[in-house]
């Protein structure tokens, strides 16, 4: 891994975007963030961009609507399953290519993200998926994702070091005796990913509401991100 200078009071960002302009949305980030821009996603192009369709994009046995929901086409998913698109050329990723394409070549720190395991778990276990088998198919494709996904950036900008968020907004509820999993489980999970990028980039973890802070932490990132009046 190549080492960052990221100090403190540094600008980026993190998730969608307004624009329809892939290119637009890169320009201005680069504009905003010059010192650790953020790759964005862009939802009101497609609704395939939208967090979850990104994260289930290629799980065999689910589809991914124009407009973004899921829709199990085959109930029996299987966590050994590849991907059936474990890369970044779908319609999910529009907005990734165009920022990747506006970094090639960099040598300063660039920033990226994916949505967590357990965030995609649950949109999994809401289509009928019984719990188990949805978080076991929701680490595995997203640790697969991850990997796709620092390739492709160590492809086009193979000096920039790398900064790789996992967005998982469901940890807010990790703690609510109704939730499906396990506290310990989903910090596991979480884990498994951010370990899976941590050979080849400054992992970060993302938790937009109020959350076990401690339990969170648990998970290992090398940077927390959350809300500056969450409890």
Known sequence: MK?????????????SLPHTDPRAAATLVLE?????PSAPSLPNRSGRERM???AAWGINGIEVLADGSLALTDPKLDPRAPLGD?????EPFVGLRAFLGAVAGRRAPIKLQLTGPVT?????????????????VAGAAVRARARMLVAAAQETAPMAPLVVFV?????????????PLDPERSIDLVSSVLATIEPHAITGLHCCGAADWRLVLQAGPQILSLPIDAG
């Open 86 to 90: 474990a890369g970044i050329d779908g």
């Open 52 to 54: 979850i369709a990104q």
């Open 167 to 179: 967005d998982e907004p469901s940890l807010t509820a990790a703690m609510h005796p109704g939730f």
């Open 120 to 136: 995609l778990g649950i949109a999994l276990s809401a289509l009928g998926v019984p719990a188990r088998r949805a978080f076991a």
């Open 3 to 15: 080492p960052i200078d990221l100090r403190p009071g540094l600008a980026s960002s993190i998730g």
């Open 32 to 36: 905003r963030h010059p010192r650790l």
